[in-house]
Nanobody, 121 residues
């Protein structure tokens, strides 16, 4: 079973950086999952932020964060990271990580509880 816990959220000024972490405490090797990051701002629907493949060789990003955010993973530590640079007030949201056990990738099966990111102007 996958058990995801995010951390690293907080308050940051516009233009600053934050790194979020998502650790899996389940028993299955972390390299078995594609991992994604999503966010949900107040009053808005949850939106895709980015995804990293099992091996970490490929990443995908929403246009809104492309060039500012990066995703990388350490399978030995069962952790995926979201590096957020040049943050904007519109990046304020609860950020969630998600795991996909589907092969090929079709959907996310497991979700973390989220971590709040607030960007002040």
């Amino acid at each position: 079973q996958v058990q995801l816990v995010e951390s690293g959220g907080g308050l940051v000024q516009a233009g600053g950086s934050l790194r979020l972490s998502c650790k899996d405490s389940g028993r299955t090797p972390f390299s078995a999952y594609d991992m994604g990051w999503f966010r949900q701002a107040p009053g808005k629907e949850r939106e895709f932020v980015g995804r990293i493949t099992r091996s970490g060789s490929t990443t995908y990003f929403a246009d809104s964060v492309k060039g500012r955010f990066a995703i990388f993973r350490d399978n030995a530590k069962a952790t995926v990271y979201l590096q957020m640079n040049s943050l904007k007030p519109e990046d304020t949201a609860i950020y969630y990580c998600a795991a996909s056990t589907t092969v090929p990738f079709t959907k996310y099966d497991y979700w973390g509880q989220g971590t709040q990111v607030t960007v002040s102007s």
